[in-house]
């Protein structure tokens, strides 16, 4: 079995999925126990974690213990941070190495967390298999965009789901398409 890499996020209206100083207000105060629920049935069917550094640092500057208990993270970083827990591995590796890795470890649903960049690089990469995106009802203007760098795909949506909040869950499955032959264009010739 292949593992399946599922970007799930929440993001505003106008595509972004913080502010651009990071802040998630806009969403977090906005999350019921109808939406709680539905990302805890997500968590008990995800069996690993993989996020970019700046959302692993995002997460530790809130403070609190860590959220994501009980299931192993990959962190991707060239940095020397510290761990938030005996779950987190902190390595630096391409996206589809961590991938490989986990699956060669067993772990098949693989919840990508984040953020924008790295997420960004993991679809133009073709691994994205899923997008799960909680569309909460705001337009923020400005911020960081969910896809850092993209690429035209279609997506077939397999659920859809309205929480009490007014925020509604999209689920789409990424259709996987062969790559393109690089199109080399002729010399133009001048007809002077
Ligand atoms: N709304 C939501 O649901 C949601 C979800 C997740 C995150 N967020 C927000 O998104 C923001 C963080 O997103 P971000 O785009 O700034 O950072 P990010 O994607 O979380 O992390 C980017 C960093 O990851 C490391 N990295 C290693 N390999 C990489 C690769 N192949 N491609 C890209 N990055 C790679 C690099 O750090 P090094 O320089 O250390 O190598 C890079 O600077 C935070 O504000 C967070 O709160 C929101």
Redesign the pocket.
Known sequence: MNASLIY????SLDGY??RPD???DW?DSLRQADEEYSFQYFYSGIDALL??????E??LARGGSWPYPGKPCVV????A?PRAADEIQLT????AQAVAALEEAGFHRIWL??????????YTAGLIDEVII?LAPHLLGAG?PML?TGMERGLTLNEQRRFNSGTLQLHYQVQKQASQPTQIPSPRVNAA
């Not at 991707?76 to 940095?79: A, I």
């Not at 967390?113 to 993991?122: F, K, R």
């Open positions: 799930h996020v929440t993001s999925i913080a990071g802040r998630l969403f996020m970019g550094r700046g959302t692993y995002a997460l991707l970083t060239r940095l941070l630096h590796c391409t996206p967390v984040g953020g924008s960049l790295l997420a960004g690089n993991c909680n960081v850092a």
